[in-house]
């Protein structure tokens, strides 16, 4: 399954909120500071990222193409899709959301591509 990025998904957190009351989904305020690009790589959970502020992109690992995110886009990972993160040049704000419960970085363990 491919990455799906939704533009201008919400336009303040309570729009997000509402949301995760559809989804279900367990969320986590993540801030990311400036950071270099990830490799290539898949999770075994499902992840919803809502962009609260700043801007990077997302590679989608099975066509390339890249996608720029900003504060307002949802970004919809299904468990076992190929992606990466680009480099965060400013501090970046997400509120990340995981199918199921459970420590942030553990869920988001990066597992090699096949």
């Given amino acids: 399954m491919p990455v799906e990025i939704h533009k201008r998904f919400f336009k303040d957190r309570n729009e997000v ?3 995760l009351k559809k989804t279900g989904f367990w969320p986590t305020t993540y801030v990311s500071a400036p950071s270099p690009a990830l490799p290539v790589h898949w999770h075994d959970v499902d992840i919803n990222g809502y962009v609260i502020s700043g ?6 690992g099975e066509s390339g193409d890249t996608i720029t995110v900003e504060a307002g886009d949802k970004l919809v990972i299904p468990s076992g899709t190929l992606h990466a993160e ?3 040049c400013e501090p970046m704000t997400y509120i990340v959301a995981t199918s199921r419960a459970g420590q942030l970085f553990e869920l988001l363990e990066m597992k090699p591509p096949p």
């Fill in 17 to 19: 909120m509402e949301d």
């Fill in 86 to 88: 680009g480099e965060v």
């Fill in 55 to 60: 801007s990077s992109t997302i590679i989608d």
